[in-house]
């Protein structure tokens, strides 16, 4: 090892970094290509364009209801997760006060962190199948079912272009929210309880304790669910595909880029330009990244 230990580390690392380079960083370099040229999936030598197909997208409205779409999901999307996320975590952790000097979580709390994770263990089309009858515009709708019970007419969860997206963003949050939980638990379970006991002590009560203390030590945790929830919300292809009408519908009122660059590679055949929406997205994705990072940073407590 003394005498051979870079061939003994290159000879571990040539495998992964060759397959990284094969299978993420060869498809990166082939959609920035793309983008610039006029390809539509059947010519071996596709035309060079430039950037006719960025430009384009400069005046693409449904682009930029997209880019509006995904807005709206960047917002409520971290925020709505992350405070459910918070306050449930907060209560399987500690919400339960001190029990023999010891601070616990309420009642049954290792039963309701199975329930809060089962949504992870759903496949997204399965979740998307599941939530398409809960949204069903008649009776045999499970909210439909309940407001038709109390004499409420059905709504059109998503016919509606007005809470289409909001019913979107209600199923992104059901599945990722169970996620949150856990990570915040394991935040929180690292939290030394002395510092929870010291606080009661003090007459700290749970809002008080929640902002002060918890809060504060799970920060480096919450940036990187915001970055997690973010990327996510650039994302969304697969629920909006399933669940939408006619795929973004109605009138695009629930489109995102993903949904965008599948209708226009496979069904109108436009790859270079649905691979200039790809690289769009790319971009946007490491900005917010960067961005979210460098806003949020702070100094680290330490325990």
């Not at 880019?67 to 996320?85: F, Q």
Request: no cysteine; hydrophobic share 55%.
């Amino acid at each position: 090892m003394r005498h051979g230990r870079y061939p003994f580390i290159i000879g571990f690392l040539a495998a992964p970094v060759a397959i990284y380079v094969t299978f993420v960083l060869g498809p990166y370099a082939q959609a920035f290509y793309l983008a610039l040229t006029n390809w539509r999936g059947v010519s071996a030598n596709p035309e060079f364009v430039g950037l006719e197909n960025f430009t384009r997208l400069l005046d693409d409205d449904v682009f930029w209801k997209a880019i509006r779409h995904h807005g709206l999901l960047l917002l409520a999307l971290p925020l709505l997760t992350i405070l459910l996320a918070l306050f449930f975590a907060f209560m399987l952790n500690v919400g339960g006060g001190s029990r023999g000097g010891v601070m616990t979580g309420v009642w049954g709390s290792k039963f309701y962190r199975v329930v809060f994770f089962f949504p992870q263990v759903l496949a997204v089309v399965i979740v998307g199948v599941i939530f398409s009858r809960v949204y069903a515009p008649d009776d045999s709708g499970l909210l439909n079912g309940a407001l038709g019970a109390v004499g409420i007419d059905p709504v059109l969860f998503m016919a509606d272009p007005d809470i289409a997206l909001w019913s979107i963003i209600a199923v992104l949050v059901w599945q990722a929210v169970g996620f949150y939980v856990v990570l915040f638990s394991a935040g929180m379970s690292s939290v030394p309880k002395d510092i929870y006991e010291a606080a009661t002590i003090d007459g700290a009560g749970r809002t008080a304790m929640f902002f002060k203390v918890t809060l504060p030590l799970l920060w480096d945790t919450l940036q990187v669910a915001w970055v997690y929830l973010g990327i996510a919300a650039f994302d969304a292809f697969a629920i909006v595909q399933v669940l939408s009408v006619d795929q973004g519908g109605p009138d695009g009122a629930t489109t995102v880029l993903g949904m965008e660059i599948y209708r226009n590679a496979f069904s109108y055949s436009q790859f270079g330009y649905a691979s200039a929406m790809g690289v769009a997205l790319f971009f946007l994705t490491i900005t917010f990244a960067a961005l979210t990072l460098r806003v949020s940073k702070r100094d680290t407590i330490e325990l």
